[in-house]
């Protein structure tokens, strides 16, 4: 069963203090790690996907990595409206089916 | 229209109430899912419909029934829910291959009473 555990569940930055959020995973046979952010009562905005261990990608102040085991969302310089949940999810045997962590609820104060 | 679009964004409901949610996507794809997030919980997968033809009920009980008309459409019927269904139900679309994107509506919060 793919299984994902995303940390730490909170995070707490000022504004312009970088750090990382991670993604730690277990599947059979990975065809995609996906990252998404999602604002209170909205559904999740795609941010990025992920295909081979040692891919990165770059968005703004974001930019995901991808281990054979895990993933990281580097924040660099976040500002406020950078505050959200960011969800990981991989994909793995099957051609559809994403399973999601519980995300990793980040707040930046100004 | 763009994207993935829900109605209603909020319900309310009695436990012998009956209501339906509507999704609808503007994206081309010919997959569609539904799916319920609950407070602390991760994201579950409900259904997955390919070309209209369901392909995965995750062992979702018989009160809830999805609908899914055209490539475009997808409904979910409530009936005689309980409390605990209670959550957001999110609705998402993504061309049917393998390692695609799936995007995702706004949602539907539910209350049920």
């Known amino acids: 069963e793919d299984q994902v555990t995303q940390s730490p569940e909170a995070l707490r930055l000022q504004e312009g203090e970088s750090s990382s959020l991670n993604c730690s995973y277990t599947?059979?046979?990975?065809?995609?790690l996906f990252w998404y952010r999602q604002d209170p009562g909205k559904g999740p905005e795609f941010l990025f996907t992920?295909?081979?261990a040692g891919e990165e990608k770059e968005k703004e102040r974001l930019k995901a990595t991808l281990t054979k085991k895990e993933s990281f969302l580097h924040i660099t310089a976040p500002k406020p409206e950078d505050s959200a949940t960011y969800l990981c999810a991989v994909q793995g045997g099957s051609n559809y089916k994403l399973t999601f962590g519980k995300g990793t609820l980040l707040t930046v104060n100004p | 229209e763009t994207g993935v679009t829900q109605t209603p964004r909020h319900l309310v409901m009695g436990m012998t109430n009956k209501k339906s949610l509507k999704c609808e996507q503007h994206?081309?794809?010919?997959?569609m899912y539904w799916y319920k997030q609950s407070a602390k919980k991760p994201l579950e997968l409900m259904f997955v419909?390919?070309?209209?033809?369901?392909?995965e009920n995750n062992s979702v009980p018989s009160r809830f029934s999805p609908e899914c008309p055209n490539s475009s459409h997808l409904f979910l019927h409530l009936h005689t829910l309980q409390p605990e269904d209670s959550a957001l139900y999110l609705c998402?679309?993504?061309?049917?291959?393998?390692?695609?994107?799936?995007?995702f509506g706004p949602g539907t919060r539910l209350l049920v009473l």
């Open positions: 599947v059979s046979g990975l065809r995609g």
């Open positions: 998402a679309s993504s061309p049917w291959d393998s390692q695609e994107t799936q995007y």
């Open positions: 419909y390919n070309f209209k033809e369901q392909t």
């Open positions: 994206l081309g794809h010919n997959a």
């Open positions: 992920l295909y081979s």
